[in-house]
C-alpha cells in the first residue's frame, strides 16, 4: 500500500533579487492543481536545496506545505544534508508544519569517497528515530556518487524506512527493487520521466517528474492512460514527451530550462540562484521555439 499515487512533481524554488520569493511558489502549486497534480516534492534538485541556508529550507518548506494543504495537496519535503545534526534539524522542521512525508538524499560530499551501507545505515537510522513522519530515501547516485541498491534498501526498511525516490535506470533495476518492496506499505517511485512507462507497468505506484511542471497535463494523462489500462496510447504521449525533455535539456540543466518555460507561461516571474546561471535570451528564444512547433504550449486532457 503506498501513501502517494499518480505523479509528484519536482518543483522550483524561486528566486528574485537572489531572496526567496515565495509568491512563485504558491502560483507552481495553483498552475499544477489546476492540471492534475496533487503531489509536490519540495527542495530537491529543482529545488535547488544545496544553495539555500537551514533557514531558506525551513521557510521554502512552510510556503509548500501551508499552501499545498490549501490547494489539497501531499508534500514530501526533502531534508538531506551532509550533516546528520542539520539533517535532523530540518526533518523536525518538516514534521512540526505538517509535511506528509520527509525525503533525504545521502549524505553527500563523503559518500563518493568514504562512505558505505553501514554509514548510511546509521545515517537513516538516527533520522528515522527523530521523527514519526514517514522518512523516504532520495537515491541520486548521480549527484552523491553513491547507490541504493536492492540490499540496501531491504536494510533500511528493517529500519523503518518509508519510501524511495530512486534513480535506478534500466527495467531490471527497477524491478529488483520493486521485488524488496513486494507488497509492504511502502512508496517506490522512479525519480525520473525517462522511466515514467516502465515504473507504473512494473508496479510503482508514483513517479517524479521534472517535465511535469512544465508539461502537468500531459504526464497526468498518461498515467490516467496506464491506470485505465490505455498502454499503447501512453507509450506514443510519452515518446512526445521525451522530446520535450530533450529540448528542456539542450543547455544543461532542465531545472534551470524549466525557469523560463514557467516564465513565458506566465506563471512565474522569478529566476534560479547563483551559482546556477539562467538561460540567455538566445538559448531561451531556441527553447521556447522548439517547445512551440513541437506543440508543448498546446497541451491536450487524456
Excluded at 23 to 29: C, E, F, G, H, P
Excluded at 83 to 97: D, F, M, V
Excluded at 204 to 212: E, L, P, R, Y
Excluded at 269 to 288: H, V
Aim: hydrophobic share 40%; glycine share 8%.
Amino acid at each position: 500500500m503506498a501513501k502517494f499515487e499518480g505523479i509528484i512533481t519536482a518543483i522550483l524554488t524561486p528566486f528574485k533579487k537572489d531572496e526567496l520569493f515565495g509568491i512563485d511558489v504558491i502560483n507552481q502549486l495553483r498552475y499544477l492543481k489546476s492540471n492534475g497534480i496533487s503531489n509536490i516534492f519540495s527542495c530537491g534538485s529543482y529545488g535547488s536545496f544545496p544553495v539555500m541556508t537551514t533557514p531558506e529550507r525551513k521557510q521554502a518548506a512552510e510556503i509548500v506545505v501551508k499552501n499545498a494543504k490549501q490547494f489539497g495537496m501531499k508534500t514530501i519535503i526533502q531534508i538531506g544534508s551532509p550533516s546528520t545534526k542539520t539533517a535532523i534539524e530540518l526533518a523536525k522542521h518538516a514534521e512540526s508544519i505538517g509535511a506528509d512525508a520527509i525525503a533525504s538524499v545521502i549524505p553527500f560530499y563523503y559518500s563518493s569517497t568514504f562512505y558505505n551501507d553501514d554509514t548510511v545505515m546509521k545515517y537513516y537510522d538516527k533520522l528515522i528515530n527523530s521523527v514519526s513522519t514517514d522518512v523516504h530515501c532520495y537515491n541520486n547516485s548521480k549527484t552523491t556518487g553513491f547507490s541504493v541498491g536492492p540490499d540496501l534498501l531491504k536494510s533500511l526498511m528493517g529500519i523503518g524506512l518509508k519510501g524511495i525516490k530512486d534513480d535506478s535506470k534500466d527495467m531490471g533495476s527497477i524491478l529488483k527493487m520493486l521485488d524488496v518492496v513486494g507488497e509492504k506499505e511502502f512508496d517506490y517511485y522512479p525519480s525520473s520521466t525517462s522511466n515514467l512507462i516502465t515504473g507504473f507497468l512494473l508496479g510503482a505506484k508514483s513517479c517524479i517528474s521534472g517535465v511535469s511542471l512544465t508539461i502537468p497535463t500531459t504526464i497526468f494523462g498518461i498515467y490516467n492512460l496506464i491506470k485505465n489500462e490505455n498502454v499503447a496510447p501512453a507509450i506514443n504521449l510519452w515518446k512526445w514527451v521525451m522530446g520535450v525533455r530533450t529540448i528542456l535539456g539542450l543547455y544543461g540543466s532542465r531545472a534551470i530550462a524549466a525557469y523560463s518555460v514557467l516564465k513565458y507561461k506566465g506563471i512565474i516571474n522569478s529566476t534560479c540562484r547563483s551559482p546556477w546561471i539562467s538561460l540567455t535570451e538566445e538559448q531561451e528564444k531556441n527553447i521556447i521555439i522548439k517547445l512551440n512547433n513541437l506543440g508543448a504550449f498546446d497541451e491536450r486532457i487524456y
